[in-house]
Nanobody, 123 residues
């Protein structure tokens, strides 16, 4: 089973940018979407976006569309989340996870969750 590890979080100011990484190991990602989620204190885990490892299928959540960009590097077996124009409401723990391409890919369909990386946006 694939294992995913997030990195790249930190403390940044409002309006700045940050790139998160999701490194995969232990298996091929060819049959998966890789999704990004985030969770703020006291709130439910929120869908940020997902991309298919093979092909150009990428979708974003409403709150980040136009500011965040998901990309892949097949050579490094990694998926990235470029976060631009950060707002205080983007603060939270960011997770990546895998969903089989034939699943609905609701939140419950995701597995292989990483440990998360903390992003704090300060004004």
């Amino acid at each position: 089973q694939v294992q995913l590890v997030e990195s790249g979080g930190g403390l940044v100011q409002t309006g700045s940018a940050l790139r998160l990484s999701c490194a995969a190991s232990g298996g091929t990602l060819n049959d998966y979407y890789i999704g990004w989620f985030r969770q703020a204190p006291g709130k439910e885990r929120e869908f940020v976006g997902r991309t298919r490892w093979i092909g150009n299928s990428t979708v974003y959540g409403d709150s980040v569309r136009g500011r965040f960009i998901i990309s892949r590097d097949h050579a490094k077996n990694s998926v990235y989340l470029q976060m631009n124009s950060l707002k205080s409401e983007d603060t939270g723990v960011y997770y990546c996870a895998a969903c089989w391409i034939l699943a609905v890919c609701a939140r419950a369909d995701y597995h292989s969750w990483g440990q998360g990386t903390q992003v704090t946006v300060s004004s």
